[in-house]
């Protein structure tokens, strides 16, 4: 089994997710005929276990199960600055993304690619702020004036509260 993050559907027959499952930890493209799926929603994919040797890999899943009905929004973009709140370059021009405090931002450099997920309320600032509900690094499905997305390390939480 393996789960993640929808961070984007081609059409009705193809997904990208992030995982972070402790199979695959990575951006793979799933074949799968569906039609109730959205971006933002989080999945448990259980699968043969057979991936295409491409990059992004490729898999065909028996089964696609949403263990996440809340749906994000997501937010892809270049990290312009560091520190508290992030200051992030995207399609659209710049946002500022409020992280919680409970999350440590491990060796992000300037320039790495981040998929942030939010709640989609966003400030109407300048420039705009959102609140991240998580934040992804981007293993190179996203790049920037013809230049491939660095990958840089991930995010690790600083407590753990049960």
């Known amino acids: 089994m393996i789960e993640g993050w929808i961070i984007n559907i081609d059409d009705k027959e193809r997904l990208l997710i992030f995982s972070e499952s402790e199979h695959y ?8 005929i569906h039609e109730n799926l959205y971006v933002g929603q989080k ?13 992004p890999p490729i898999m065909t899943p028996n089964r696609i199960e949403v263990i996440d009905e ?6 892809q973009g270049i990290l312009k600055q560091k520190g508290r709140p992030l200051l992030i370059s995207t399609e ?4 500022i993304i409020n992280v919680d405090p409970s999350y440590e931002l491990n060796d992000i450099e300037l320039g790495a690619s981040l998929i942030i997920f939010y ?15 998580k934040v992804m ?10 230049n491939e997305a660095k990958p840089c390390c ?4 600083k407590k753990k509260y049960y």
């Open 137 to 146: 690094i981007d293993y190179g499905s996203i790049s920037r004036n013809d």
């Open 154 to 157: 991930g995010l690790k939480r």
């Open 92 to 95: 659209k021009g710049d946002t």
């Open 70 to 75: 809340q749906r994000y929004f997501v937010i």
């Open 25 to 32: 930890h990575g951006t793979m493209i799933l074949n799968y």
């Open 43 to 55: 999945v448990r994919v259980q699968t043969d276990g057979i991936m295409a040797l491409s990059l």
């Open 119 to 133: 709640d989609g309320k966003m400030a109407r600032s300048m420039p705009p702020q959102v609140w991240a509900k």
